[in-house]
């Protein structure tokens, strides 16, 4: 299942982080949603389900790590999913791709 559903990216975290909600995932390491809030900091994840309380504990004795990261991840939000940008992203995609057919035939 882990394999199955690694490459899944959960338009949900997206939805989550714009809100300026903090984004706690719970996940294996290679899950693509949790890979993409570690890489680019902007989430809370545990990798082991041993892990859950502990960190839950930390979080409380530090609940402005929520704020802190509620904030980079809106910050980021804005900055790299901007409407604009991404329709800019999608259509240089669109035209590398087809240019790359025209090469083709």
């Not at 899950?31 to 309380?53: F, P």
């Not at 409407?83 to 590398?96: G, H, L, T």
């Amino acid at each position: 299942y882990k394999k199955l559903t690694r490459l899944s990216f959960s338009t949900k975290i997206m939805d989550c982080l714009e809100s300026g909600a903090a984004v706690l995932a719970i996940a294996d390491e290679q899950q693509a949603g949790l890979s993409y809030l570690k890489r680019n900091n902007i989430g809370l994840t545990i990798t082991d389900l041993k892990e859950i309380e502990s960190f839950l504990k930390q979080l409380a004795n530090d609940s402005n790590q929520i704020v802190r990261v509620s904030q980079r991840a809106y910050d980021f939000c804005v900055k790299e999913h901007a409407r604009e940008k991404i329709s800019k992203k999608i259509k240089r995609d669109f035209e590398y791709y087809c240019s790359f057919e025209k090469r083709i035939d």
